[in-house]
């Protein structure tokens, strides 16, 4: 068991990334035969797996460009990112935890750049 004491550093990843450090993080464990793959391994590959549909490349473009919309802020970026709402109502829900709410023509604006990379 390994109990970690502080956390060092922190780094937000779209599933697109995640996926690509998860591909190696497999082949590792492909190439030692005797080496079992965790369950929360196997579930997290399968997820980035079902989930990510874009290249790395295109989702960090892709946050790159809500991150120039003034009310999107990187955590929510890469959530927007991720998620791709397709309406104000899924949008809405990704800032229900946020001290302020969009206006219906800022929601827009936000759905117009998902609405890019779908």
């Known amino acids: 068991m390994t109990i970690f004491k ?9 599933l697109a990334e995640t996926k690509e450090l998860l591909a190696d ?4 464990h492909a190439a030692d ?5 965790p369950y929360e391994l ?6 980035v797996n079902r989930f ?8 960090r473009e892709f946050v ?3 991150r120039d919309h003034e009310k999107v802020d990187e955590p929510t970026a890469y959530k927007i990112a991720d998620l791709k709402p397709a309406n104000r109502d899924e949008l809405r829900a990704i ?7 969009l206006s219906g023509d800022e929601l827009d604006d936000v759905l117009a750049i998902v609405a890019k990379h779908v």
Request: charged content about 45%; aromatic content about 8%.
């Open 95 to 101: 800032y229900a935890q946020e001290r302020f709410s």
């Open 64 to 66: 790159a460009e809500l």
């Open 42 to 47: 196997a579930r997290a590959i399968d997820h």
């Open 6 to 14: 502080e956390q060092l550093d922190e780094e937000y990843l779209t």
């Open 52 to 59: 990510a549909d874009l290249t790395p490349e295109e989702a």
């Open 25 to 28: 993080v497999e082949a590792e």
């Open 33 to 37: 035969e005797d080496r079992e793959m």
